[in-house]
Nanobody
């Protein structure tokens, strides 16, 4: 059974950093796209970043470009989201999701992903 599990959320002050992890179970990342989504209270789910098997194929939403970095470990079992220069508006539940890699740019549309984690809370506050 395919699954992903997020970890690494927490409370951080504005300007601080956090690293989220997405551990894959039942599959390896070389055949899957992985994306991070987030949902703040009262707001719609938003695609944050994604990465696929094609080198250099990472994609970021505009609001996190230059601050967040998505990467995978060499064993292709865990994807990370390094979040720097965090802002209060980054506060949300962050979800990891996976879909089969289809030899194209990974999308930031949640409806394209079939495997979802339970989410991890990120709170940016002083």
């Amino acid at each position: 059974q395919l699954s992903v599990v997020e970890s690494g959320g927490g409370l951080v002050q504005p300007g601080g950093s956090l690293r989220l992890s997405c551990a894959a179970s039942g599959f390896t990342l070389d055949r899957y796209d992985i994306a991070w989504f987030r949902q703040a209270p009262g707001k719609e789910r938003e695609g944050v970043a994604c990465t696929g098997s094609t080198p250099g194929s990472s994609l970021y939403t505009n609001s996190v470009k230059g601050r967040f970095t998505i990467s995978a470990d060499n064993a292709k079992t865990t994807v990370y989201l390094q979040m720097d220069s965090l802002k209060p508006e980054d506060t949300a539940v962050y979800y990891c999701a996976a879909k089969i890699y289809l030899f194209s740019q990974c999308p930031l549309r949640g409806t394209r992903y079939s495997v979802w984690g339970q989410g991890t809370q990120v709170t940016v506050s002083s």
